[in-house]
């Protein structure tokens, strides 16, 4: 394919994405495929000669399509927003193009220093204190990670790294062995499973810290169970916050955890993979009060913020934490301005060596919607969801299982978790809407996340008299 064929393929590519995304309610939400549907359509190796470009697009249609989860659909209401706009699409286009492996300032500056600054942009929006912000000189800043798993598991290893050396610093004689078999991490019993994932990545123990009847972890029962472990010779050293659990939506008490996290040389990492979108918006700000205590803070714009993933934005106190950790210079790295302190090389930052232009996405949607733009879209889906909340409370057959605050309502018939399994069941055999559930203590409880850019509340009220429908007909049978 030459640079002509490109420009006729490129808009051909270009009218079917649009197509595709402007019909997307017409599609089926959720396949209909067994597993193992794909392996029958294709052959068995790789052709050994070209094929054209005609061959290959017309089995998008053909083999991908029937396969396809809509994420973007209206009728998709499962997990949590996947962010997509058309700017961020010809963001990642040029990005693509582009092609540029952004390790370090020498090998793309502007790939670089626009992260920089789009952090900085970001942090402002959501009014970060000043200290999380690189500015012209400033010791923090941030960094887009591949997702938050990614920024929870940097956070902690990090953290390891620093509580090892300030050990060994008091107590010359204990080996790194010796420190890594005491060290444990705390999270909500409502964190993601990844905070999880991270401590055993990173080998050390992890324990759950239970939350309160809001589903939030209170200053009270982190020092309960800090007491406890220190008593026994451990040492805690990293504690994960979460604003916006996965399960309900519930918010950790930061302004009660803080203190204890500082006063215990204990590192914050704060996770608000989905709920960070929301604090653009002056209602929702108060949600991160107490930030100003952590170590560090991530959060999604590729949940909420109409930018496609990959891009998880995570900022850091003291950006010399996990320089400190992670840096390693050999020769064919290095270039002549990295010990200027004028520019950044955000390897030291991450986990894999190689990185993409990705903040020329984050660019491209806050210039083209702006804050007052991504603001409403905030506001549209917390509208939507607070609908569908009242549709709800006026069916007594059906109970709220947390507190609606942003765009996730958890909701059950009253009955028996198996009651609500066969609900599920029969939503899932239907196809018209996508859910998943969760557990809310004992409870089996149906999550709907309102995801799309463009559900309206016409989606909203068909997604409940479908849901609706599908009650009184199991009713009937469970009687």
């Known amino acids: 394919m030459d640079a002509a064929e490109f420009r006729k393929r490129g808009k051909e590519m270009v009218e079917y994405v649009a197509d595709y995304l402007e019909k997307i309610e017409k599609r089926q939400v959720f396949p209909d495929v067994e597993p193992g549907y794909l392996r029958p359509l294709l052959p068995d190796c790789a052709p050994q000669d070209p094929e054209s470009f005609e061959d290959v697009f017309k089995d998008i249609e053909k083999i991908i399509m029937p396969g396809v989860t809509h994420w973007h659909s209206p009728y998709f209401f499962a997990y949590f927003p996947a962010a997509s706009s058309f700017p961020a699409l010809l963001a990642d286009m040029l990005c693509g193009g582009i092609g540029c492996v952004g390790f370090s300032w020498a090998a793309s500056p502007a ?117 406890e472990d220190k008593a026994s010779g451990l040492i805690p050293f990293f504690f994960c916050a979460t604003l916006g659990t996965t399960p309900c939506c519930s918010f950790d ?49 590729h949940k909420w913020l109409l930018v496609n993933f990959d891009c998880s934005a995570m900022w850091v106190k003291k950006r010399s934490d996990l320089t400190g950790a992670f840096k390693l210079e050999p020769l064919y790295l290095q270039h002549h301005h990295q010990e200027s302190g004028l ?66 309502v958890c909701f059950r018939l009253k009955g028996s978790n198996e009651l609500n399994k066969a609900l599920l069941k029969s939503i899932d055999e239907a196809k018209k809407i996508h859910l998943v559930p969760c557990h809310l203590r004992e409870k089996f409880v149906l999550r709907f996340a309102v995801c799309s850019r463009t559900v309206e509340s016409t989606h909203i009220k068909f997604a409940w008299q479908h849901i609706s429908q599908l009650a009184t007909d199991l009713l009937k049978t469970w009687e």
């Open 253 to 301: 008490k930061l302004l009660e955890l803080g203190p204890i996290c500082n006063k215990e040389n204990i590192w914050m990492h704060i996770d608000a993979a989905y709920a960070g979108s929301a604090f653009i918006c002056p209602e929702f700000r108060h949600f991160l009060n107490g930030v100003e205590f952590a170590d560090s803070f991530n959060f999604n714009p």
């Open 111 to 227: 790939c670089t220093e626009l992260e920089t600054v789009m952090l900085d942009w970001l942090g402002k929006m959501i009014n970060l204190p000043e200290e999380f912000l690189a500015g012209k000189d400033g010791q923090g800043g941030g960094v887009i990670q591949g997702s938050a798993s990614e920024a929870t598991l940097i956070s902690l290893l990090a953290a390891r790294t620093k509580t090892i050396r300030r050990v060994q610093s008091e107590k010359p004689e204990l080996t790194d062995a010796d420190i890594m078999g005491r060290l444990v991490a705390y999270a909500s019993d409502q964190a993601h499973s990844s905070v999880e994932r991270a401590a055993l990545i990173g080998g050390v123990k992890i324990k759950n810290i239970p939350s309160d009847d809001t589903f939030s972890v209170c200053g009270s029962a982190l020092k309960k169970v800090l007491d």
């Open 343 to 408: 520019v950044t090389d955000y390897r030291h930052w991450q986990i894999p060596l190689g990185r993409r232009f990705r903040s020329l996405k984050l660019w491209f949607v806050l210039r083209m919607y702006g804050v007052t733009g991504l603001q409403e879209h905030i506001r549209k889906h917390v509208r939507l969801s607070h609908q569908f909340e009242h549709l709800i409370l006026q069916d007594e057959r059906f109970e709220i299982c947390a507190k609606v605050v942003l765009g996730l």
